[in-house]
């Protein structure tokens, strides 16, 4: 069973900045799976943000966010981390990491939750104007 702790939420005014993380600390699908960061707000349905392959580090990024916020792992540290720079009002929701179970998606690219059988329980990040 793969378990993920999110860590490093908070609050921020508008322009500023903030690095979420993801540890891998049980299963081991690490280094061979797809892994992603997703939001929520209230009221909205589920956003993919940022995707990574653990295997070779490719990443992709949502137009939403693109240029502004950065994925990246660690994997000596079985970490994933997301690097959210400029951050705006609107970036304000609850912060998912998953991981997918290997094999089950054909890109990393973050268009959908199918596939991404563990979840972590998620941080909250809210943007100040």
């Known amino acids: 069973q793969v378990q993920l702790l999110e860590s490093g939420g908070g609050s921020v005014q508008a322009g500023g900045s903030l690095r979420i993380s993801c540890a891998v600390v049980s299963g081991n699908t690490y280094g061979r799976d797809c892994m992603g960061w997703f939001r929520q707000a209230p009221g909205k349905k589920r956003e993919g943000i940022a995707g990574?392959?653990?295997?070779?580090?490719?990443?992709y990024y949502a137009d939403s966010v693109k240029d502004r916020f950065t994925i990246s792992s660690d994997n000596a540290k079985k970490t994933v981390y997301l690097q959210m720079d400029n951050l705006k009002p609107e970036d304000s929701a609850m912060y998912y990491c998953a991981a997918e179970e290997p094999g089950l998606r054909y890109t990393c690219f973050p268009d959908g939750i199918v596939g991404y059988n563990y979840w972590g329980q998620g941080t909250q990040v809210t943007v100040s104007s």
């Open positions: 990574i392959y653990t295997g070779t580090g490719k990443t």
